[in-house]
């Protein structure tokens, strides 16, 4: 009987404790995973499903988390995999973008000129393949190495490195040109 | 407009794609995760078994439509709440036979490591023929779910440490009818056969109830 009890104690406050991490975990991180997932579906609806799906998958698989400081590396790399199992054999890659789903809040701090410079910017990122996009959202939202994003999409650091530095020249050659025409 | 240097361009970028701010009800959603997860596997093991299950059919159906209906995240109303706790009921059935007897000694540290409560000393507390006292997840809070003996079978009393009921309801299926009454500090839920007086553990509860702030 007090073995009983004792076990039974045992596992309730596991599953408490649990909960609290989970919890500890949405706190910290949803705001950055919804962010990635804007930029990887480039639709904010699905952004939030997927946001939404991750976290569930996450609950559910939480016995596999091993170590909090893995979690946040852990939490983007369920995401991208939800997002390959539900929506990107189903969906077709989006040719128009819905530009006012993902629409930049207007900063109001900004200058004309600067406001004109992030929406083209802004407009960069979403045209930019995958290939790009995705590891460019993972170093700046993430703020993982080429090492860690090299795990996390299974490729290799230089082929990472590369496309950062591919990413990043694409994205100045836009805007340095666009500044050139004026 | 001027050509930016590297540290205006990385700025810029770090600004622009840490610009999507999430739903202000998102992260409330995500919070009810497990919950929802929690009712969806009780769906799916009251699907797939037999015997004490099949009664509880009924309500899972019930409580899958609301969740469909409520369109997966959405805050429970008082139906649902309703639904939440019949289901949790019958999840928990197989304590109902339990010979166990729980001292109030015993119950109450189970209740203060729980939701920080406990139940005052007193002829009325320590007749209680308390025979399962176990946390449990219920509307989104950590909650104490306690079996007691009745007059004419076993009676839930949960406590709710939150705010989930705006006012007093009584509610039923074809077995159990029970109330949700708002107490101070929180919830107290009680059910049992449709034929117990749930009342009298109500009154007896909140009478002796005490949070510790």
Redesign the interface.
């Known amino acids: ?1 007090a073995t009983q009890e004792t076990a ?2 045992t596992v ?2 596991s ?2 404790a649990r ?1 609290q991490r ?2 500890a975990l ?2 910290d991180y ?2 950055d995973i ?2 990635y997932a ?2 990887l579906t480039r639709h ?1 609806p699905l ?2 499903d997927l ?2 799906e991750t ?2 998958r996450a ?2 698989a939480f016995s596999s988390l091993k170590s909090q400081d893995s979690a946040k590396a852990w939490l983007f790399t369920i995401l991208r995999r939800e997002n390959a199992r539900l929506y990107e054999k189903q969906r077709p890659e989006l040719d128009d973008i819905d530009e006012h789903e ?1 629409a ?2 207007d ?1 109001g701090h900004l200058e004309p ?2 406001q ?3 929406n083209l ?2 407009k960069a ?1 979403l045209s930019l393949e995958p290939e790009y996009r995705i590891p ?2 993972l170093q ?2 993430g703020g993982f190495s080429g090492e860690e994003i090299g795990e996390m999409l299974e490729l290799n650091n230089n082929t990472v490195m590369t496309r950062l530095f591919r990413a ?1 020249n694409k ?2 050659a836009l ?2 040109g ?2 050139e025409q ?1 | ?4 240097d590297d540290t205006q ?1 990385d700025q ?12 202000a009800d ?2 409330q ?3 009810m ?2 919950a ?2 929690e009712a969806a596997d009780l769906q799916a093991t009251m699907a797939s078994n037999d015997s004490v299950w099949r009664r509880a059919l009924p309500v899972a159906a019930c409580l899958g439509l609301l969740l469909l209906m409520a369109h ?2 959405q805050p429970m109303p008082t139906a649902e709440l309703e639904a939440e706790i019949l289901a949790h009921v019958y999840a928990e059935e197989r304590f109902f036979a339990s010979s ?1 007897h729980i001292t109030l000694q015993d119950m109450n540290a ?1 209740m203060e ?2 939701i920080h409560a406990h139940l005052d000393a007193s002829p009325a507390t320590e007749a209680l023929d308390v025979h399962l006292a ?2 449990c ?1 219920l509307a989104q809070t ?1 909650s104490m779910h306690l079996i007691l003996t009745g007059d004419t079978g076993p009676v839930s009393v949960l406590m709710i440490p939150a705010d989930v009921a705006d006012h007093a309801t009584t509610f039923a299926d074809d077995r159990f009818s029970g109330t949700i009454t708002p107490i101070e500090g929180g919830t107290l839920v009680v059910l049992g056969n449709r034929q117990e007086p749930v009342g009298k553990y109500l009154n007896l509860i909140n009478d002796h109830m005490q949070w510790d702030y």
């Open positions: 009987m039974d104690n309730l406050e599953n408490a909960r989970y919890e949405v706190r949803y705001q919804y962010r804007c930029w904010k952004a939030e946001t939404q976290f569930m609950w559910r993902m930049l809040p900063a000129d600067q004109m410079e992030a910017l802004h990122i460019l959202a700046v939202i990043r994205l100045r805007l340095d666009n500044n004026d | 407009m001027n050509k930016i361009f810029l970028l770090n600004s622009i794609m840490k610009a999507p701010v999430p739903p998102l992260q959603k995500l919070l995760v497990p929802l997860a997966r995240f166990d189970r490591k729980a176990k946390d997840w950590v």
